[in-house]
């Protein structure tokens, strides 16, 4: 019987494709100490610049192993949020005041990501699973890498969302019935006490990897 080989890729999205093809690479400020001031309507636009996506299929019977997007909640994203959701619920000042505290709180408890997958199989796309496929790293470009807090750690590095709100599909358009969301925690600082995307990173990526392909979404600083 004649063997077949299965061939992994990983396949770009239409902005990778379009970086390919001249674009320049959309750059983001990781700066967790400046002050960025929104309205309402640039919320869109932020959240885009800090939102990733990559596909991987196994080729032999094209079946789709993963696809991934990913949000960096950094501190600029989270000032658009705090904007736009005081916008929206016009909250008053205290308010608002108390939503800033709450993500300054979870900003400097960890690097967090909102993920949302699909794949041709359900098993496939959960990445909570004790027999994920997948294997889920956070990788400067210092060559440091860390992985995503113990399930035990309170709230757990891999969080699964099951219950999405009508307010988490508006903030998140990416979100469908179709698709499994995740909120991933990794630790802020690497055994030696300095933050993983500290000063002196340039980029990062968050790597998806394992036998059925490897996605790596990547983040590059504006600042020299």
Not at 176 to 183: D, E, N, P, S, Y
Request: aromatic share 10%; charged share 25%; hydrophobic share 40%.
């Amino acid at each position: 019987m004649r063997s077949s080989l299965v061939r992994l890729l990983a396949v770009p999205t239409l902005a990778a494709v379009s970086a390919l093809a001249g674009c320049s690479e959309v750059q983001v400020n990781f700066s967790e100490t400046q002050t960025h001031t929104f309205e309402p309507s640039d919320y869109e636009r932020v959240l885009e610049r800090w939102t990733r996506d990559e596909e991987v299929y196994v080729l032999d019977g094209l079946d789709n192993a993963l696809t991934v997007t990913a949000t960096f909640r950094s501190w600029e994203y989270r000032q658009a949020y705090i904007d736009r959701y005081a916008y929206d619920f016009r909250l008053t000042d205290t308010e608002r005041q108390a939503l800033e505290r709450t993500q300054r709180e979870e900003l400097e408890q960890a690097h967090v990501f909102l993920v949302a997958t699909t794949a041709t199989r359900n098993t496939w796309a959960d990445l909570s699973a004790a027999d994920t496929p997948w294997k889920i790293r956070l990788v400067n470009d210092q060559g440091d890498v860390v992985e995503p807090l113990p399930d035990a750690h309170d709230p757990p590095g891999i969080e699964r969302v099951k219950d999405v709100t009508p307010v988490q599909q508006a903030y998140y358009p990416y979100i469908t019935v179709f698709r499994k969301v995740f909120v991933i925690r990794f630790p802020r600082r690497l055994p030696d006490g300095t933050d993983v995307l500290g000063p002196g990173v340039r980029s990062f990526t968050l790597e998806f990897a394992g036998a059925l392909g490897r996605a790596e979404l990547r983040w590059s600083s504006s600042v020299e």
